[in-house]
């Protein structure tokens, strides 16, 4: 008796399956789990009837939650771990989940028809007929406040990161160029109050992202520029930021931006372009690749690119020394200095 | 400069999107991917002609594979990975991809309403309008061999390991229980020459075993058992095995096929039942607690179980003594001895 000798499938099976996870994880950010459990450990009984869940598979999920390592259970009394209670309670300003409840309502049934966009190398969401993204996100108030504040979700902690891997003290002002919500500007401007500038966006943006900073008491720090990056010039300053603006675009979309980039800077001003950034041997970071895709899914002619490809754009532009900084979990900086 | 302090969302990110991997892998299983590539490493460009995909992903695609564990890349040429290569190849007996290609087809697309099935307790696949599970499967050919060869899938792994983590030698005949193809059924008895019985199943299911035993030459070793084991009493044996059945009943079903079991054994006869069963504490295996989830999805009223509630309800039809053995990966057996 033993164990089996040889491959096994258990680890294809596991992520072929994985969607079971995540799908568990997003339901539970949809019905507001963690924002109940903020604070309040309670029993199975007691988070179900808040929840309005019915008897059958309440434990199971709850459970699920458990082993996920989303929630902990001690003397039958569920409660959020650290993470969760500070990046899932929506009545914190350090929520991030409105990308999970963006992935629950929109990414998940796309990406069912991932075979269909490789296929034919079309977007598979609402823009399937030929639209822009942004165009048909900003349309509509309540779809762009999902969207705006799923940017959030996936920029606060590239901003927490950014804002202690960057010299920001040998710089006055800087822009971060589609802002969206304000989840990067708010990390960099609260560790560094020397800063000025703000966030630049279409002018629809503006109420959310002021209603944002003055949830972090920045509204005197951070100003909100109006404005579009295909049809104006960017507002100038000392470090001009894009975070997972690029690869929204094709390449001679992403060439344009940054040059515009280029053009709002001092000599000696610095560009920060933050994404997934992929490895240059394209290898290592699956979520910029998973990124890429989700780029195929959602826009028209958007992907995700290695440091060196991001670099190479940067010294066409101008840009004299550019460099790559990791920053969190997937996510690194770019930098280019003019 | 350095790295932020603190807790940070990326794990919450990462589970969060997990489906995209997930999604990747499934898009992969119905492109033939794996089975194109078998034996022959692929340039990209050729890779993607004989898949039929557009140019703008097809890169990204692979390389979120080989990121993922499931491809490598040398000197541009894409292989699969040994584990990839010996499962996921549809011309190979140890194809597991069936189960992979009935998550993509169905499971994937049934799972977005999970937070429905949580609200109403009643599942959300092909019988949300209450029939049975197995008789929809049934009814239709294409359907039963998906399903049949997805059994395959995940009992394989299973039955390599109960091959050898169950002393056989002291037992002369097995039967496997609702079989299916027999992906379990066939590694016990690869291993096992000495061992007579076979499998046990609607008779449907028939050819489909019997061209499966054929695949391994073991057609004259196993042999299938129609009925029902709701109608008719199990065919006798030394042992009894049952893979993922007891998780697609309600308690009362699932005490009544513990007790058809029991009275198909010899004293000191084996009952096996094996799953992923799920941790007493419940908080470590996430795939057992998720598997419960996918029978509020799938069934009417099963569900997982735990290894202390299965060895209760064998201690309740009359087994001497029980037994938890792991398996491989989230998978043990209950071993009950009458």
């Known amino acids: 008796m033993g164990t089996p000798s040889g491959p096994t499938p258990d680890k294809i099976m596991q992520l072929g399956l994985g969607f ?67 990046f899932l309670d929506r009545k914190k300003p350090s929520y991030v989940g409105g990308l999970l409840e963006m992935a629950n309502a929109r990414l998940y049934p796309f990406w069912a ?22 165009a048909a996100l900003y349309a509509e108030p309540a779809r762009l406040k999902q969207f705006l504040s799923a940017m ?16 920001w003290k040998n710089y006055k002002s800087f822009i971060d160029v589609g802002c969206a919500q304000g989840g990067f500007t708010a990390q960099v401007a609260l560790a560094h109050p020397h800063l000025t500038g703000g966030g630049f966006d279409l002018p629809k943006v503006r109420p ?24 104006d010039p960017l507002p100038k300053a000392d470090v001009i930021v894009m975070g997972h603006i690029l690869h929204d675009w094709d390449l001679a979309e ?35 690749l998973l990124m890429s895709l989700n780029m195929l899914i959602e826009t028209q002619g958007g992907f995700d690119f290695t440091g060196a490809n991001c670099q190479g754009w940067m010294k066409e532009a101008g840009f004299k020394d550019t460099r790559v900084v990791p920053l969190v979990g997937p996510d690194s900086m770019v930098i280019g200095i003019k």
């Open 152 to 167: 959030t979700g996936i920029s606060m902690g590239a901003g927490k990161a950014a804002a202690v891997a960057f010299p």
């Open 20 to 86: 079971w996870g995540s799908k568990t994880l997003l339901s539970a950010v949809e019905l507001g789990l963690f924002s109940i459990l903020s604070g309040a450990p309670t029993t199975a009984e007691d988070l179900r009837k808040k929840l309005g869940l019915h008897s059958r598979s309440a434990v199971d999920f709850f459970d699920a939650l458990v082993a996920l390592g989303m929630l902990t259970r001690k003397d039958g009394l569920y409660a959020n771990t650290p993470e969760a209670d500070l």
């Open 208 to 231: 959310i992202f002021e209603e944002y900073m003055k949830s972090f008491r920045l509204q005197d720090q951070m100003t909100f520029y109006p404005g579009s990056f295909f049809d």
């Open 254 to 288: 992403k060439r344009m931006l940054i040059k515009k980039a280029y053009d709002a800077l001092p000599s000696g001003g610095a560009y920060i372009a933050y994404e997934a950034i992929i490895d240059d041997e394209r290898k290592q970071n699956a979520f910029g």
């Open 113 to 134: 028809k991932l075979t269909d966009g490789l296929k034919t190398g079309k977007p598979q969401n609402e823009i399937a007929g030929g639209e822009d993204l942004f």
